[in-house]
T-cell receptor, first 115, second 114 residues
Framework: AQSVTQLDSHVSVSEGTPVLLRCNYS??????LFWYVQHPNKGLQLLLK??????LVKGINGFEAEFKKSETSFHLTKPSAHMSDAAEYFC?????????????FGKGTKLSVKP | DTEVTQTPKHLVMGMTNKKSLKCEQH?????MYWYKQKAKKPPELMFV???????INESVPSRFSPECPNSSLLNLHLHALQPEDSALYLC?????????????FGEGSRLTVL
């Protein structure tokens, strides 16, 4: 069975400081993993994805994530937060179960950025 | 700018009304999705169309009726909704097999049922 756990429902950082949003997954198959961002009253936008190539994945807006199989983690980081990064972030795992693809969303982490 | 376009952006309807939400994409994607999102929650999958055929229906009440007229269009017909159906309805599309890869989302249609 597949599952994804975002370890923090809310993270607050100051502008210019590092961002860490944590995600752990469980999958019986080789997973693909994604981070999406959702700004208020907007749709979701893909930040980055892991699909069994390089374990360190770089995305848009300076975000990156590292796939660690031994820790079943896919944490999202950014060296320096910007006010525009304030949003909801979703970690998503994709894998096959039987004959059907399966996308599982985490519950989301709200990122607040203080001036 | 999103390449998945949803209309209308906002919709208010009474419980006896019939309305439709529309979604359009011109990226050549063959899988299209409807998600429902309540405040402070992740999106919940409602329907998936693959090559214009309904492939997944997540036990959604019949007052929601999806339609895929062609590979670029996806509709969600609404009838006799309840106030608890008020939510943001998101359309998405993707390449390849459904539910396996990157989703491209529209900005959503915010529905209020009075």
């Amino acid at each position: 069975a597949q599952s994804v756990t975002q370890l923090d429902s809310h993270v607050s950082v100051s502008e210019g400081t590092p961002v860490l949003l944590r995600c752990n997954y469980s999958s019986s198959y080789s997973p693909s993993l994604f981070w999406y961002v959702q700004h208020p009253n907007k749709g979701l936008q893909l930040l980055l994805k892991y699909t069994s190539a390089a374990t360190l994945v770089k995305g848009i807006n300076g975000f990156e994530a590292e796939f660690k199989k031994s820790e079943t983690s896919f944490h999202l980081t950014k060296p320096s937060a910007h006010m525009s990064d304030a949003a909801e972030y979703f970690c998503v795992v994709s894998s096959f179960s039987g004959s059907q693809g399966n996308l599982i969303f985490g519950k989301g982490t709200k990122l607040s950025v203080k001036p | 700018d999103t390449e998945v376009t949803q209309t209308p952006k906002h919709l208010v309807m009474g419980m006896t009304n019939k309305k439709s939400l529309k979604c359009e994409q011109h990226m050549g994607h063959r899988a299209m999705y409807w998600y429902k999102q309540k405040a402070k929650k992740p999106p919940e999958l409602m329907f998936v169309y693959s090559y214009e055929k309904l492939s997944i229906n997540e036990s959604v009440p019949s007052r929601f009726s999806p339609e895929c007229p062609n590979s670029s269009l996806l509709n969600l017909h609404l009838h006799a909704l309840q106030p608890e159906d008020s939510a943001l309805y998101l359309c998405a599309s993707s390449w390849g097999e459904p539910n396996t890869g990157e989703l491209f989302f529209g900005e959503g249609s915010r529905l209020t049922v009075l």
